[in-house]
């Protein structure tokens, strides 16, 4: 790489760093407006977008109707001997806290937020009661409707109760978490978030919207409408935009191989696609996916999208002689990862079928 293309991809990165939010810093805060501003005008998408999972993806723990259904919930950590109960705070009346038993000891962790829009599962964060942020060592996943240890959390060392209730996280490893989890604040203690600001709302992917509004108030567009599209991006740029909280594709391509992990990461795999070289930059994050909506799960709304390129006198690429339905199905096989959850291999290819 050129001295001059490695500063323009350095900008560009600075530049999608600070409309993610992460670089929320070089924004006076009055530039931000809120999603309802933006729904003011753009009804039709923010009507969709926030109840979406993107939106919901960061929700205090009180408002988590799956979870509040379901108390008191239970767990048994047998291989750690540790009793786990999720249940109303003794704290605060509307809260939930989760409680750690080992050893004829009991810690209790008042939870502030649920991390995840449930589709999967979620995570929860809370404060001790000597003031120190946690990660909880369980949490609630939707395919057994139960809890069970957070994944990686099985492999921490437990030697008293307090240990168990979760990973302390230091101020930067929460900014980390909350950064792709709020719209702005990631820097602010858990507890003074605002909920106005929880979630991916409309200023966390366009940046705030104060000089749009003045832009269009004002009607001086002819200097551009003063607000960011990422759905405009090129490929590449649109999968390291989306890949600051889904992971951005790696330096080295041949890493992402051999490592199943990257499975959950789409961006890792997409660039090892021959759909996605041999596409001239048309393959990326929204030819698939529209991030205002929740994820399509069904195999069938992907073949529009697979025969797009695969079909037709004009096909970019060679049509499957198998089928040309369900196309996702053998070309994206989902992998299980995690507890209880699987992911489409992004890594569009044949696979042989005693590999799926």
């Given at each position: 790489m050129s001295r001059k293309a490695a500063w323009i991809l350095f900008a560009t990165m600075l530049l999608i760093e600070a409309y993610l939010g992460r670089g929320a810093h070089l924004f006076a805060n009055?530039?931000?407006?809120?999603?309802?501003?933006?729904?003011?005008?753009?009804?039709?998408?923010?009507?969709?977008?926030?109840?979406?999972?993107?939106?919901?993806?960061?929700?205090?723990?009180?408002?988590?109707?799956?979870?509040?259904?379901?108390?008191?919930?239970?767990?048994?950590?047998?291989?750690?001997?540790?009793?786990?109960?999720?249940?109303?705070?003794?704290?605060?009346?509307?809260?939930?806290?989760?409680?750690?038993?080992?050893?004829?000891?009991?810690?209790?962790?008042?939870?502030?937020?649920?991390?995840?829009?449930?589709?999967?599962?979620?995570?929860?964060?809370?404060?001790?009661?000597?003031?120190?942020?946690?990660?909880?060592?369980?949490?609630?996943y939707e395919r057994i409707n139960a809890l069970d240890i957070t994944t990686g959390g099985d492999q921490e060392p437990v030697r008293v109760a307090h240990d168990a209730l979760g990973q302390w996280l230091s101020q930067k490893e929460r900014e980390e978490c909350f950064g792709c989890h709020v719209t702005r604040q990631a820097e602010a203690l858990p507890e003074l978030i605002e909920e106005s600001n929880a979630g991916v709302q409309c200023e966390r992917c366009h940046g705030p919207g104060q000089k749009h509004v003045e832009a269009i108030t004002l009607g001086k567009t002819q200097q551009g409408l003063a607000i960011r599209n990422p759905g405009k991006f090129g490929a590449a740029e649109q999968l390291e935009f989306c890949g600051v909280c889904h992971r951005a594709p790696l330096a080295n391509l041949s890493e992402a191989v051999p490592d199943s992990r990257t499975i959950r990461f789409p961006a890792q795999r997409l660039v090892l696609s021959l759909c996605y070289d041999e596409s001239d930059g048309k393959l990326k994050c929204t030819t698939c996916h529209n991030p205002h909506e929740n994820l399509q799960e069904s195999p069938a709304y992907y073949d529009q999208k697979c025969q797009s390129c695969h079909a037709g006198s004009r096909s970019m690429g060679s049509r499957c002689p198998v089928s040309s339905k369900d196309c996702v199905t053998c070309h994206m096989p989902r992998v299980p990862l995690m507890k209880h959850s699987d992911f489409a291999d992004h890594w569009i290819r044949k696979i042989k079928p005693a590999a799926r």
């Open positions: 009055d530039e931000f407006l809120g999603s309802q501003k933006c729904a003011s005008c753009h009804s039709d998408i923010a009507s969709v977008q926030l109840t979406s999972e993107h939106a919901r993806t960061l929700r205090k723990m009180k408002a988590v109707p799956e979870l509040l259904k379901a108390l008191p919930l239970h767990f048994s950590d047998r291989a750690k001997a540790v009793e786990y109960r999720l249940e109303k705070s003794t704290l605060d009346a509307s809260g939930l806290d989760l409680v750690a038993s080992k050893d004829g000891s009991t810690e209790r962790l008042q939870l502030i937020w649920a991390f995840g829009a449930g589709r999967k599962g979620m995570t929860f964060v809370g404060r001790s009661s000597s003031g120190e942020y946690g990660q909880g060592r369980v949490s609630w």
